[in-house]
């Protein structure tokens, strides 16, 4: 049982940066992996990056590899996406997510999503 609230969206021009921040409850925080998901009109929701529940490891799409870092603060009970050098594509609505489980990514709860848009 996990509460997860994201914030740090926003418009930001190609080649730019953003933070994305994940503020979950901390009852189960620690025990749960967590990740990031994106979102574009008409297509699926698309993992875009995992973390385990120490913070030790990671794990990211090819589309995102080499720009963006997942990280997590456990005693801050938060998740973070730094998002550089970004790009037109990266526009889409991002998703915190606490996972089943870091090595298969399945999702146990959903955040309720931050615009990122970002233009060229």
């Known amino acids: 049982q996990v509460q997860l609230v994201e914030s740090g969206g926003g418009l930001v021009q190609a080649g730019g940066s953003l933070r994305l921040s994940c503020a979950a409850s901390g009852r189960t925080f620690s025990s749960s992996a967590m990740g990031w998901f994106r979102q574009v009109p008409g297509k699926d929701r698309a993992f875009i990056a995992a973390?385990?529940?120490?913070?030790?490891?990671?794990n990211y799409a090819d589309s995102v590899k080499g720009r963006f870092t997942i990280s997590r603060d456990n005693a801050k009970n938060t998740v973070y996406l730094q998002m550089n050098s970004l790009k037109p594509e990266d526009t889409a609505v991002y998703y915190c997510?606490?996972?089943?489980?870091?090595?298969?990514?399945?999702?146990?709860?959903w955040g309720q999503g931050t615009q990122v848009t970002v233009s060229s």
């Open positions: 997510a606490a996972l089943r489980d870091y090595y298969s990514a399945s999702v146990a709860y």
């Open positions: 973390v385990s529940e120490g913070g030790r490891y990671t």
